[in-house]
C-alpha cells in the first residue's frame, strides 16, 4: 500500500519561498507519476505540478510555471516542491498524489493521497 506524507507547509509573506516534502513509501515507484495538487476553501482541487519518477519528465500548472519546480530523490524516496515568489492565491492545502503510469493532470486518475499540508500566504 502506498503511503505519501507531507510537510513542509507554513505561514509566510507574498514573495517569499518554501520547500514541501513529500516521503513516499509502499512500493517501487520507478512505474510512478508523483504530483503536487492545491485546494483553496471553496475550489476545486487544482493541479500544480507532476514528476514521472523514472525518466524526470516534469510538467506544471499554468499558473506557477516559473515559480515551483518539482524534483525527486531516489535514495530517500522523496519528492520536493520548491515554491518561489509566492502569492497570496497559492494559498491552499497542497496534496501529494500518486498514480501507477504516465503523466496525468487530472487528480481524478491518481489513488493514492497524502494527507496534504497548508501553506498561507499573506500580503
Known amino acids: 500500500q502506498v503511503q505519501l506524507v507531507e510537510s513542509g507547509g507554513g505561514l509566510l509573506q507574498a514573495g517569499g519561498s518554501l520547500r514541501l516534502s513529500c516521503a513516499a513509501s509502499g512500493r517501487t515507484f520507478t512505474t510512478y507519476t508523483m504530483a503536487w495538487f492545491c485546494q483553496a476553501p471553496g475550489k476545486e482541487r487544482e493541479f500544480v505540478s507532476a514528476?514521472?519518477?523514472?525518466?524526470?519528465?516534469?510538467n506544471y500548472g499554468d499558473s506557477v510555471k516559473g515559480r515551483f519546480t518539482i524534483s525527486r530523490d531516489n535514495a530517500k524516496n522523496t519528492v520536493y516542491l520548491q515554491m518561489n515568489s509566492l502569492k497570496p492565491e497559492d494559498t491552499a492545502v497542497y496534496y501529494c498524489a500518486a498514480r501507477e503510469g504516465r503523466y496525468s493532470s487530472r487528480s481524478s486518475l491518481y489513488n493514492s493521497w497524502g494527507q496534504g499540508t497548508q501553506v498561507t500566504v499573506s500580503s
Open positions: 514528476i514521472r519518477w523514472s525518466s524526470g519528465f516534469k
